[in-house]
């Protein structure tokens, strides 16, 4: 299966590249490029037991890739994870901003059929706002 999953931190990293040992095609799509930069050379930046071997285990078996480039991954992918991050605002809620602007990036990437995991830790109601914003597109 052909999966990216955005936001390659603590939870996409690890979910992308367990995905991937699966024998799944992954892209871990990231903003931070030095983040990225990193990781394509080995680097991994978070401390998890076994996590670099995988990496660079599916890294040379082709099956896992780390990009910036949100669009080109949602076009080639049937399942899309959001695992960006929903720090606590000053009222103790969680920020959606991010969750939000990768579901409008993926809205705009749109080109058929895809199901689009929130990975992230949203409120409820989260998935029919997602849905509603990936729609308007
Ligand atoms: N870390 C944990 O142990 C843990 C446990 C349970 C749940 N969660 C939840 O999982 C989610 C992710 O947490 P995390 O700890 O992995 O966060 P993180 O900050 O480590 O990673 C988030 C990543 O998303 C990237 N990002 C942000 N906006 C982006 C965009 N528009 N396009 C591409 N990439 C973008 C950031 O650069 C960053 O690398 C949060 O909702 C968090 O609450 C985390």
Known sequence: MKICVIGTGYVGLV???CLADM???VICVDNDLEKLKKLENG???IYEPGLEELI????LEGRLKFSSD?????KKSTVCFIAVGTPQSEDGSADMQYVMAVAE???KA???YKVIVDKSTVPVGTAEKVTQTISHY
């Not at 660079?56 to 890294?59: D, F, R, S, V, Y």
């Open 43 to 45: 680097i991994v930046p």
């Open 110 to 112: 749109m080109n058929g």
């Open 23 to 25: 024998g799944n095609d």
């Open 15 to 17: 979910a992308g590249t």
């Open 56 to 59: 660079k285990a599916n890294t």
């Open 105 to 107: 990036s993926i809205g």
């Open 70 to 74: 949100l669009d080109d991954a949602v």
